[in-house]
Each structure stands twice: as C-alpha cells, then as structure tokens.
C-alpha cells in the first residue's frame, strides 16, 4: 500500500503562478487576433477618407489591448470601461456639439464642399426635342426594347434594340438598328416594365446614325441628357444654360455669383462666434431670445419656490401628531409623484381645454368666465407653472418631512415649555434647521426645471408663438424647447445655432452644479 502524497505546499504570498504555455498561447492568440481587428477597421476608415476617425480609433485600440494585455495594467482593466463610457458617451458629444456651435450647419448646409460640387455636376437634362418614347417586349428568354417618335411628332423612323438580359452585366453601349418591318409582340404592361427599370435605367442606346447616347430619362421614355454644370479649375461652376460663375464663398458656404445669387445645396464652413454673436447683436432674434431666457430663469425659480412652499407647509402639517389618519395624507399627497409625469401632463391637457375641460367648466359655472389658457401667453405661463408645481410639490414633502424627522423632539419640548407658537418653532426650528441641507436639492431642481423639456413640447409646445421673427419662437418656449425647435422643427434645422444655445445651457447648468457641490462642502465642513 502505497502511502499517499503529501500536499503541495501553496507559492510564497506575492509570487503568482504562471499560466501554462496552452494558456500563454490562447491569450497570445486572442491578443494577435484583437490586434487584426484593429488595424483592418483602421485601415477600412482610412480608405474611407476618414483619417481622423482611423487615428482616434488606432489610438484607442491600442491603449485598450495594452491595459489588458500588460499585467502592470491590473488597476486600469477596471477604471478603464468607465473612463471609456465617459470620454465617448459625455465628452465627445459635448465636444461634437460645440464644434458644429462654430460652423453654419443646416438644412441648407449639410454637405461638404467636394460633396456639394459633385452633386451639382451629377445633375443632368433631358433634351426633350430629341427624346424617343420606348416599350419592352419579351421574346423567349429575353427582351427587346422599341424606340418610336412621341405621340404628336411628325412620324420618324422607330429603332430597335437585339435581344437584352437586362441583367445589368454589360454596361457598354446597345446599338440601336432601324426597324426593319412590323413591331415585336405586344409590349408589356407599364406594372411589368417598372419591375426591370434598375435594368432599363443602367442602358446606354446608340442610335445607328451615330448621335448622341439615349439615357433613360423617364417611365416610357429614352432621350440624350447634358450635364447643367461644367467645372474649371478654378473650383468655379458655370451653367450650360447661362454665362453666370459661381465661385465657392468659404465664409457664407454657398456657390455664390459676384452678384450674390446663391445655388443650393450650400456646404459646411467655420464662421467662427457668429451664431454666439448673434443672440447678442442680431435685433430680430435678440428680442425672443432674451424673452426665452427671462422666461427659462423664471419658471424654473417659480416652480422651485412654489413646490417648497407647498411641498414643506404639508410636510410640517402632516408632522403634527394630534393629526389622525397623517399616513393615508401622505400616500395620497404622493400619487401626483408616483404617476408617470407624462400621463400626468397629458391629463391636464385635457382639463385646461377651453372648450371642453373641466376646469373651464368649473370657472363657467362659478364665474362665468372660460379662460383661453391655450391662446392667451400669459395665462399659458400661469397654467404651466400650475401644472409644474403639482408635479413637483411631493418631491419636496417627501425631502421636507425627512429633514424634519431629523429635527431632535427636544427643541420643539423646549420651545413649548417656553411658550412658543408653530409660526415661532416653524421660522426658529424648523426653518433654519431644514434650509442648510435642502440648499443643494433645490439648486438642483432648479436646473432640472430649466431643461424640463417634456412639461413645455406636451403642454403647450412653446406655444402661442411670435409674430414677425426670422425664426419661429414661442412666448412659453424655455431654451431647451426653443433649441429643439431651432434643431429640428420649423425653423430650418439650424443645427450650428441650436449648438451654440446647447452649449450656453450646458455652462449654466454646470455653473449650478459647482454651486451645489460649493454649498454641499461648505455644509459638510460646518457639521
């Protein structure tokens, strides 16, 4: 009997086992495999014309197989994926946008300079004077295409093609020969001719005479087309049709004549603080935009003040211990927080309608009067923060009544013993011990509120608009609405002013959030 093996005793603490040569050779494979990738997709961009994204990306790829192929990386391989998120997911956006914040970009403006030239020498006409109307005809296990004069032209002498595959693999020209007697069978039905017009479209007719190449140039239709621009060397562009150059103006980015005609589409260029100058000195969009502003800075302090004063009055109330029934209080007084602030939004919709909601027929029958909440600017704004703050009142009951649990009972004993009333233990106790730590909640809130685009685009969607602007603004418009209304609405799709305003909204809320962390210090200092 052999006496068993006595254990292996454990490597000395700080030396770590080597893996196997199959486990060194897996993760070398997997390593040359990730390496590959990377420069296959680095190359593929590259060949793209996208050197800058095939740098980034080469640069990236290789600090990410570094910090997981290096064993002196070890704490890197779990800061690294939510440093990553990071600078991909919240700092190249912010970068991106306030990049676009510094060009023209728009509707009218969205393609690079090459991309806008080449787009105009694509365009082509049809010479309608020659064009030669076609049908197609089957025969066997092909086809044939029929070229006749146009109904009402003096008669000509019809073409045809020889038997076609149409199946696209012979991009060279057809000859046409004249038709020597009777048309081919019955031509096919438009439904069936539409079915291979990729495969018509891709034909290029010679006609026997040698004139010019027939391109297809309609439903039923064959025809030579001429391009509408011609390019010199310059960079300038000049219509066939007319005697006009239009040079590339790299400050408007627009094909523009010496006269200042433009020709769309425009291209993407850098014009420096123009969008940022504009909100300043450009009257027509100053005035609704410093309204916008005002408006953005009030409905966010009103609603914060409004929801802390309803919020904290019911939190102190339902403190009161002589109150029965203070818990179904509180879960009632929570609903308006539990249900979803969009169906919430929605409801009120319905209830402010002038001519159908039951608040106006409640007012109707008390008062007599149906107010135009809708219609009317400022009674739009008064219906919003109505809205807003009973959104917004239970967050605050909930914080206010935990500041307050907070409170030690001893005081409120003290003060009774002296005499004091609940105005006196609200303004001495209550107050001054609840306000320090809900400073930083309501800066908060307050920035919540002044981005709080869902309340304005269901509500009223900014509306009653200005009269008379170059771009379409609404009287209750914050600037987070009447950005995406610049973006993406009525306005033109004015990306490069829409980042510009993006990006003044992003260093206000960043002002506040230095404020909150500032007073969150400041308060922790003083505990």
Not at 64 to 78: D, E, G, K, N, P
Not at 153 to 165: E, K
Not at 369 to 397: E, H
């Amino acid at each position: 009997m052999t006496p068993p093996e006595a254990p292996s005793s454990p490597p000395p603490r700080g030396q770590r086992q080597r893996p196997g040569r199959a486990g060194s050779a897996a993760f070398a494979g997997l390593t040359g495999a990730a390496v590959l990738g990377l420069l296959w997709l680095v190359f593929g961009l590259y060949a793209a014309g996208q050197p800058l994204w095939a740098a980034l990306l080469l640069g990236g790829g290789v600090i990410t197989i570094v910090i997981y192929a290096s064993a002196r990386t070890l704490a890197w391989r779990y800061l690294f994926p939510g440093v990553a998120g990071m600078l991909v997911f919240v700092a190249f956006p912010l970068l991106y946008t306030m990049q676009i914040g510094f060009t023209n970009y728009s509707a009218s403006n969205l393609l690079t300079e090459e991309r806008a030239r080449a787009y105009l020498l694509d365009q082509r006409l049809a010479d309608e004077d020659q064009a030669r109307v076609f049908s197609l005809h089957a025969e066997g296990s092909g086809w044939r295409l029929l070229l006749s004069p146009p109904e009402g032209r003096a008669s000509g002498q019809r073409f045809v093609t020889p038997l076609l595959r149409l199946d696209g693999s012979d991009p060279s020209p057809v000859a046409l020969t004249p038709l020597p007697g009777d048309a081919p069978d019955k031509p096919l039905p438009l439904r069936e001719v539409l079915t291979h017009r990729k495969a018509v479209m891709a034909l290029t007719l010679q006609p026997p005479d040698g004139g010019a190449l027939l391109h297809y140039s309609g439903v039923r239709e064959f025809g030579p087309v001429q391009p509408l621009w011609m390019a010199h060397t310059d960079g300038s562009l000049t219509q066939f049709s007319g005697q006009a150059v239009y040079r590339p103006n790299r400050e408007t980015g627009f094909f523009e004549t010496a006269s200042g005609e433009r020709m769309q589409p425009g291209f993407k260029v850098g014009i420096g603080l123009a969008n940022y100058s504009r909100m300043l000195l450009d009257p027509d969009f100053r005035g609704p935009f410093v309204s916008i502003f005002i408006w953005t800075v009030l409905f966010a302090g009103l609603t914060v003040l409004f929801s802390v004063a309803i919020g904290m009055t019911l939190a102190v109330l339902l403190n009161w211990e002589a109150l029965k029934y203070r818990t179904l209080y509180r879960t009632l007084l929570f609903l308006p927080y539990a249900v979803p602030g969009f169906i919430s939004i929605l409801v009120f919709k319905g209830l402010f309608n002038q001519n159908f909601g039951e608040i106006n027929a409640i007012l109707d029958a008390v008062f007599g009067i149906r107010p135009a909440w809708f219609a009317d600017p400022l009674l739009a704004k008064v219906m919003i923060l109505i809205v807003n703050t009973w959104l917004g009142f239970p967050y605050f009951l909930v914080l206010c009544t935990g500041l307050i649990k907070a409170i030690p009972a001893d005081l409120y004993e003290a003060s009774a013993i002296a005499g004091a009333k609940p105005l006196v233990n609200f303004f001495r106790i209550t107050m001054p011990l609840i306000a320090r730590p809900l400073t930083p909640l309501l800066i908060s809130a307050f920035a919540f509120n002044f981005n709080n685009f869902v309340l304005i685009s269901l509500l009223t969607d900014g509306r009653p608009d200005y009269l008379n602007t170059k771009l379409p603004a609404g009287t209750n418009d914050i600037l987070v609405s009447y950005t995406y209304r610049i973006a993406f609405t009525d306005a033109g799709a004015n990306f490069g002013l829409a980042a510009a305003i993006s990006t003044l909204i992003f260093f206000m809320v960043g002002l506040m959030a230095l404020a909150q962390l500032k007073i969150t210090q400041t308060s922790d200092s003083k505990r």
